[in-house]
């Protein structure tokens, strides 16, 4: 099994549309939790760690579930511009390896 | 702050030549780290430090080799290239002092080997 696994992708949703993206992870030492967003031949920038208890950022929503080890990401009312690969990241304190899962991408369409 | 900066931005190698990726930050960070993330795949660490003059070894290692002699610095080097070395690589560094460990990244460098 992976360490970290994410949906298959890609996504392709309407303007507006919401869409989640779930991520799995195996090691359940892993203490802390993160979504990154690449765009097309860039690098990752993280777009929100995710805390114990859920967190959001605009229209953005992680979550974290710790008993079934995994990880989501919401996106309400999509913009073309939220088109990109989001990447999930997980890593355990004190080890500074961080493990990444493989991305799924998103389009977003007019 | 120019944050983390790569060198080259582009490269093409013949198998069997050596190259180094450079890597600098300017953040002052204690964390710094190389991944390669070949077409649609993640990122796979192969190598981080955690301050100057220490090193170790990431997910796939093999084929590379790291120094860290400054805070700023962190190159890769590649001795004997193979093509199973084209990939885009990617220099991070993080703060010891953010306990999420948010990881800042660098442009990449786009290898072939042919």
């Known amino acids: 099994r992976k360490e970290v696994e994410q949906d298959p992708g890609p996504f392709n949703v309407p303007e507006g549309a919401t869409v989640a993206f779930n991520c799995t992870y195996s090691?359940?030492?892993?203490?802390?939790f993160f979504w990154y967003r690449q765009d097309c031949r860039k690098e990752p920038k993280l777009l929100m760690s995710?805390?114990?208890s859920g967190n959001e950022d605009g229209r953005f929503t992680a979550q974290l579930n710790r008993a079934s080890q995994y990880i989501s990401l919401l996106i309400r009312d999509s913009k073309l511009s939220d088109s990109a690969t989001y990447l999930c990241a997980v890593n355990i304190w004190g080890n500074n390896d961080m493990r990444f899962g493989a991305g799924t991408r998103l389009t977003v369409k007019p | 702050n120019a944050g983390v900066t790569q060198t080259p931005k582009f490269r093409i190698l013949k198998i069997g030549q050596s190259m180094t990726l450079q890597c600098t930050q300017d953040?002052?960070?204690?964390?710094m780290y190389w991944y390669r993330q070949d077409p649609g795949m993640g990122l796979k660490l192969i190598y981080y430090s955690v301050g100057a003059g220490i090193t170790d070894k990431g997910e796939v290692p093999n084929g590379y080799n790291v120094s860290r002699s400054t805070t700023e610095d962190f190159p890769l080097r590649l001795e004997l290239a193979a093509p199973s070395q084209t990939s885009v690589y990617f220099c991070?560094?993080?703060?010891?002092?953010?306990?999420?460990?948010?990881?800042?990244f660098g442009p990449g460098t786009r290898l072939t080997v042919l």
């Open positions: 991070a560094s993080s703060s010891t002092l953010q306990a999420y460990n948010e990881q800042f």
């Open positions: 090691n359940s030492a892993s203490q802390s």
């Open positions: 995710v805390y114990s």
């Open positions: 953040m002052n960070h204690n964390y």
